[in-house]
């Protein structure tokens, strides 16, 4: 089940962001804090890593993963 995400999060992410390039990685996080395991073909990911990506502009992609994550549904 998904859990939705805090508003505080989401103002805390746009802070956080930078105009440059870089690379990302989008981790699941369980109720405790700690990266969420994927179950995976290979096996499981203790890591929670659902995303590894790069762009010349990092902010962009963040700012538009905030706007889906954080939106109103």
Sequence with gaps: MA???SVAMCSDLT???MTSS???EIIAIAPNGR???????GG???EGILY????TNVR???LGLRTMV???R
């Design 22 to 24: 870089g690379m990302y």
């Design 60 to 62: 962009g992609c963040l």
């Design 35 to 41: 990266p969420a395991p994927i179950y995976r073909l």
């Design 44 to 46: 499981i990911d203790t």
């Design 3 to 5: 859990k939705s995400v």
């Design 52 to 55: 590894v990506g790069q762009s």
């Design 15 to 17: 802070q956080a962001l």
């Design 70 to 72: 954080c939106s109103p």
